[in-house]
């Protein structure tokens, strides 16, 4: 009955099954395909059309996300273990459809009339390439389970993904035993390709198994194995894992959304809407079905990996606040369809606390591998509140403050004119006294506000006046950049600012600007753009390191020291060799949350102007990392930062221990 094969290597197709096994099978594969295909137009209902008009408009722009994100999965590899983990089973899962497919065509397209297209040499490459990534697709299954049985504490016990995992891991090992069992009973001479099969034959072979036992249970094994897949495909519209149709089609859309250094885009612009009708505009969200069909899909784009909740430091401070959480909560009312009009505050799928926790670091934007921004889906919720007027008292005042008085602090103008007069005696001149400078330097709220921020623009206007640049201070001409109304929610506000600012930029012919502080230094380069700012803005980072460069001056101290990179300066803009270059000639120790992957100090998203709870502030852990690695000075490029980390310094009782520093005051 069974003996070996010589002559020309090619595939055998149901050759150990009954003749009507190829009919039987696609009978049984129609209902599950109808399950999968309803499952899918649910979703193409919300967004399918639309996404495929946007892919139409610009292949080759949605192309290149796609193959960044999707393909090359440059976001996923980021994180080494899974990023392998990742990569084993989508490309072998990817290859072995291919595989498939090709059996499909063989078997069910060309046998009828007689044609072949797996044998000869492209069957053997069909075969060993076939085992080579079914390989690769068990050891990724194999590392998922053991990541999601604890090793990996941020990834939930779910009991789908279980359910997947296990069937996978079942197919992947059906399937290579199959392919022992067609090789034990066959002994083809060309069995070496299929080196993973030959394996299994090999195993039958030392146990002496009765070929009439293996052919019984080929068939048994054959549809179990294809009662699995189709169940697993069937079903897959049905739970989180939908992500694997969705997600790279989204993450290739993504090429013109607001992303890092944006954050949300802009509801309406000031100047092109009549302002006493400002109360009828509405913004934000407060239901599903206020969102677009793009900021729907991402919902279902989530791969519930938790990457944004490790690394949300208001999660990990013991806010209320889960990105991950946020995103799998409005997924699930999405795929319920029936509450997508239900306001989210008072059904309390979402809370206020929540969403004034995020300190808008971008931490969860960075590291999201299919480019979701539940930064933007948290500052869109905030601006459906604040035309509520549903504001905390701190948060109110704040922009009753920018309203009246021009800064946050709500204090009087005149302590402008009283910073200007200091620095004046330090050499700076206003834009009055120095009409064409090559700089303008901005010094911002918290400078003139806060004497400890104010050491800062002192010292910056002591070493740019050492070092000979021609620069000029606005002096009390400044106003709030507008970007704690931004983060709050009260877009108004901000762009009244922001046309302010601009007018003053344009009256004087700036086009230089330096800032030393990263919030106002991101409205300046990226957000003030959009109504008409166009100058070369700098961070003070910026022109230290140019200045050690030239030579003009160089660190005097001598203590261990630590960066504390800023998240709007790295994460947002990529400066992080600049500072590290001023640092060269210092022992720097670097903590382990560092450059990109920073650790927010808790003052941004407007929560240093209102009131968080949380169970351990976000600066005293960034401390405790700084002490533990023996760090003397914290160095930070944020007044922000610097005030938060001085005030923890103070809480743990640390200040004979260690001391934080603005980068310009180790000059």
């Known amino acids: 009955m069974f003996g070996q094969i010589e002559y020309m290597p090619f595939r055998e197709n149901y050759g150990l099954l009954p003749a009507e096994t190829s009919l039987i099978m696609y009978i049984v594969l129609i209902p599950f395909a109808l399950i999968f295909f309803y499952g899918v137009c649910r979703g193409l209902k919300v967004y399918g059309y639309s996404a495929l008009v946007k892919m139409s408009r610009n292949p080759g722009r949605w192309f290149r996300e796609f193959f960044r994100y999707s393909l090359l999965q440059l976001k996923i590899i980021r994180e080494v273990s899974a990023g392998f983990m990742h990569i084993f089973v989508s490309y072998s899962i990817f290859v072995l459809f291919i595989g498939t497919l090709l059996v499909f065509i063989d078997s069910d397209i060309l046998e009828p009339f007689k044609q072949k297209l797996l044998q000869g040499s492209l069957y053997l490459v069909f075969e060993f390439t076939l085992d080579l990534f079914g390989l690769m697709f068990l050891a990724g299954i194999t590392l998922q389970l053991i990541r999601r049985a604890g090793v990996v504490k941020r990834l939930k016990p779910r ?35 299929s080196f993973i099969g030959e394996t299994f034959s090999l195993i039958f072979s030392s146990i002496e198994a009765s070929e009439n036992t293996i052919a019984t249970l080929y068939a048994g094994f054959w549809w179990a194995h294809a009662l699995t897949a189709f169940m697993l495909i069937g079903f897959l519209p049905y739970t989180n894992l939908r992500h694997i149709i969705v997600s790279p089609i989204y993450a290739g859309l993504s090429y013109d959304e607001p992303r890092l250094p944006l954050i949300a885009k802009t509801p309406f612009r000031l100047e092109e809407i009549d302002v006493s009708k400002m109360e009828e505009v509405e913004i934000g969200f407060r239901k599903i079905g206020d969102l677009d069909w793009y900021r729907k899909m991402g919902f279902e784009a989530c791969t519930d990996c938790g990457r944004c909740e ?81 504001l905390e008292k701190k948060a109110s005042e704040t922009l009753n403050n920018i309203m009246k008085t021009g800064n946050p602090f709500g204090l009087p103008r005149r302590e402008r004119d009283k910073l200007v007069e200091e620095l004046k005696s330090i050499g700076a001149r206003t834009v009055q006294e120095n009409p064409d400078p090559e700089y303008v330097y901005w010094i911002g709220c918290l400078a003139v506000y806060d004497t400890r921020v104010r050491s800062i623009a002192k010292k910056m206007v002591e070493v740019m006046c050492k070092a000979g640049l021609n620069f000029a201070i606005l002096g009390s001409l400044e106003e709030c950049t507008g970007e704690p109304a931004r983060r709050i929610g009260e877009e108004g506000l901000f762009q009244e600012q922001a046309y302010k600012n601009i007018e003053t930029f344009k009256k004087f012919s700036i086009r230089k600007l330096v800032v030393h502080c990263p919030h106002c230094f991101q409205v300046f380069k990226n957000e003030y ?45 990529k400066i992080v060799k600049e500072p590290r270059k001023i640092l060269e000639s210092l022992e720097l120790r670097e903590m382990e949350r560092c450059r990109e992957d920073t650790f927010c100090c808790g003052g941004g998203g407007g929560n240093y102007w209102s009131e968080v709870r949380r169970t351990v502030r976000e600066s005293l852990q960034r401390v405790e990392e700084a002490v533990k690695i023996g760090a003397e000075v914290i160095i930070t490029e944020c007044p922000y930062c610097l005030m938060m980390l001085e005030d923890a310094v103070r809480v743990a009782g640390l200040e004979e221990k260690i001391k934080v520093l603005d980068i310009s005051e180790i000059f």
């Open 529 to 573: 753009r959009e109504f008409g700012l166009n100058i070369e803005v700098l961070h003070h980072t910026q022109i230290l390191k140019m200045l050690v460069e030239e030579g003009k001056i160089k660190p005097s101290l001598k203590n261990v020291v630590t960066l504390h990179d800023s998240c709007y300066l790295s994460r947002y803009n």
């Open 310 to 390: 490790a690394s949300c430091p208001a999660y990990i401070s013991g806010t209320p606040l889960s990105p991950r959480n946020m995103i799998q909560k409005l997924d699930k009312i999405l795929w319920k369809r029936k509450l997508v009009d239900e306001d989210l505050f008072q059904s309390r799928y979402l809370t206020y606390e929540e969403v004034y926790a995020c300190t808008t670091c971008g931490a969860c934007v960075y590291v999201c591998p299919v480019m979701i921004s539940p930064l933007e889906y948290l500052i869109e919720a905030r601006r459906s509140l604040v035309m509520e007027g549903r």
């Open 159 to 193: 009991l789908e993904y279980y359910g997947y995992l296990f069937g996978l891991l079942f197919i992947g090992l059906t399937g290579f035993i199959l392919e022992g069992m067609r090789i034990y009973l066959t002994k083809p001479s060309w069995s070496s390709y």
